[in-house]
């Protein structure tokens, strides 16, 4: 495939309400979109950094700057491109997995809508349509959290996770579960404890949980491992696995018993396919976390949880648990708790461009 150009725009995005974690609070989402053009049409992508390294080192404007000066002159100057020689191209530049993974899909999305293929048949999928879970932030108190939740299991959300914190964790916990005691229930930490907060942890196993999400640092692989040893929720891995190598060793450690798989956060959705893979084969669950998407991100990600390993409920929610008008045609919408995932040609989502250009604030094209 001939790449003519590539197109990037910061978007800045209103969130729906603030979305609160252990690292901070979002009200607007800063994303960048990428276009690529070929002969044959465009395909777009998304880079889901955020606006300040605070869930990773990854930011937008030191995207912007390394997408602009380093990976999109190394892709344009191959000229030719296929999907699977876009990560070989930009391996010699270090990490900045977020800006690879947004190339790789803009080019993936072109060649597929060029082959009359879908992301989901491409990858592997296996089913039309995929459970919806949600993540819910932390709230002002638990009982704001308790009708928060009420609110989305009313909407039909299958499975519930809410981010947990130092001082916002077993309360919130056990008030959530009081309220809901049969639901699919989950924890997310965001690398926010220490395993001097092992008994902490070692609490929420009264509240039978599906798992607890990312407790320690994301380089403490083996603080993961000792702290498996002393709960009994499954201990999952986000922040720890950013490729296939560190799915690998985090297994082979006994870290995890079960991965979220961001596509964005492993260097794309081949490496992302080469984790469920692996997880597959070892017998480990994964599940499809989210970076708060736009309906690009979101498209790509459903047709990602739609592969056979995917076994628990995703982080794959409706366009408008975020978004009050989404930058597709179609937003991703809610059916019964369930996401249909994409069957058209490559994404098989297309672009409300007027929606885009009301959202960006910055834009810069590179022609070959």
């Known amino acids: 495939m001939d790449v003519e150009s590539v197109e990037l725009r910061v978007l800045q995005l209103p969130l729906?309400?603030?979305?609160?974690?252990?690292?901070?609070?979002?009200?607007?989402?800063?994303?960048?979109?990428?276009?690529?053009?070929?002969?044959?049409?465009?395909?777009?992508?998304?880079?889901?950094?955020?606006?300040a390294p605070l869930y990773s080192s990854e930011y937008s404007g030191g995207a912007w700057d390394v997408a602009r000066r380093f990976l999109v002159p190394a892709l344009l100057n191959e000229r030719r491109l296929t999907p699977e020689r876009v990560a070989e191209v930009l391996a010699p530049f270090v990490g900045h997995r977020m800006v690879k993974a947004g190339l790789e899909l803009a080019v993936l999305d072109a060649?597929?809508?060029?082959?009359?293929?879908?992301?989901?048949a491409f990858l592997g999928g296996v089913v039309p349509r995929i459970p919806a879970g949600v993540s819910v932030g932390i709230q002002a108190d638990a009982g704001a959290l308790v009708d928060a939740v009420g609110g989305y299991l009313d909407e039909g959300?299958?499975?519930i996770k809410i981010k947990i914190a130092p001082g916002r964790d077993v309360v919130e916990t056990a008030a959530v579960r009081a309220a809901f005691p049969e639901?699919?229930?989950?924890?997310?930490?965001?690398?926010?404890?220490?395993?001097?907060?092992a008994d902490t942890l070692a609490a929420l196993d009264a509240y039978d949980l599906l798992l607890i999400?990312?407790?320690?640092?994301?380089?403490?692989?083996?603080?993961?491992?000792?702290?498996?040893?002393?709960?009994?929720?499954?201990?999952c891995l986000d922040e720890s696995i950013v490729s296939d190598k560190a799915a690998a060793d985090a297994l082979a450690l006994g870290a995890a018993a079960i991965i979220n798989i961001k596509a964005g956060r492993v260097g794309g959705y081949l490496e992302a396919r080469?984790?469920?893979?692996?997880?597959?084969?070892?017998?480990?669950?994964?599940?499809?976390?989210?970076?708060?998407?736009?309906?690009i991100?979101?498209?790509?990600n459903a047709a990602l949880a739609s592969l056979p390993g995917f076994t628990l409920p995703g982080d794959v929610s409706a366009s408008s648990r975020f978004y009050h008008h989404d930058i597709v045609?179609?937003?991703?919408t809610l059916d019964d708790g369930f996401v249909t995932v994409p069957s058209g040609d490559g994404l098989g989502i297309e672009i409300d461009h007027a929606a885009v250009e009301a959202a960006t604030v910055e834009r810069f094209e590179l022609r070959a």
């Open 157 to 159: 959300y299958r499975r």
């Open 213 to 235: 999400e990312q407790p320690l640092q994301e380089d403490d692989l083996v603080d993961h491992a000792r702290l498996a040893t002393r709960l009994h929720t499954p201990v």
């Open 16 to 51: 729906v309400q603030p979305f609160t974690t252990s690292f901070g609070t979002e009200t607007v989402r800063e994303v960048i979109v990428v276009r690529v053009r070929t002969p044959a049409g465009d395909g777009w992508g998304e880079i889901v950094t955020q606006h």
């Open 329 to 332: 045609a179609e937003p991703i």
């Open 183 to 197: 639901i699919p229930l989950q924890v997310d930490a965001n690398s926010a404890y220490t395993l001097e907060d």
């Open 111 to 120: 060649s597929l809508r060029a082959a009359g293929r879908s992301l989901a």
């Open 297 to 300: 991100g979101r498209a790509a």
């Open 274 to 295: 080469r984790i469920h893979d692996r997880c597959m084969a070892a017998g480990v669950p994964v599940w499809c976390g989210g970076m708060l998407e736009t309906g």
